[in-house]
């Protein structure tokens, strides 16, 4: 089972960009096994599937957030990013990076989240 760790900050202003990073340990991020994802929870809302990056590179977006989002990926470090631009209070949620487990069609492994709030 692979764990995971996102990082980055807590705060950042509305118009900027967003950007976090989810730490790999326990397993290889080149697998094939898993889609790796970002998903996000706003305050008093359910869970929202954000994009995922595969195996190869392959990138997946959700059709409301494609314009906005970016998901990237650095083997060497075993780190994958997400970058959301043009942000605002909407944005503010709890953040986590997750595996996708294509063999059950559910996700796997999680982060423990983390905070971003959208505020001047």
């Known amino acids: 089972q692979v764990q995971l760790q996102e990082s980055g900050p807590g705060l950042v202003k509305p118009s900027q960009m967003l950007s976090l990073t989810c730490t790999v340990s326990g397993g290889s991020i080149t697998t094939s096994r898993y889609r790796w994802s970002w998903i996000r929870q706003p305050p008093g809302k359910g869970l929202e599937w954000m994009g995922s990056?595969?195996?190869?590179?392959?990138?997946y977006y959700s059709p409301s957030l494609k314009s906005r989002t970016s998901i990237s990926r650095d083997t060497s470090k075993k780190e994958f990013s997400l970058q959301l631009s043009s942000v605002t209070p909407e944005d503010t949620a709890v953040y986590y990076c997750?595996?996708?487990?294509?063999?059950?069609?559910?996700?796997?492994?999680w982060g423990q989240g983390t905070q971003v709030t959208v505020s001047s």
């Open positions: 990056i595969g195996a190869d590179g392959s990138t």
């Open positions: 997750a595996t996708w487990v294509g063999t059950t069609s559910d996700f796997g492994s």
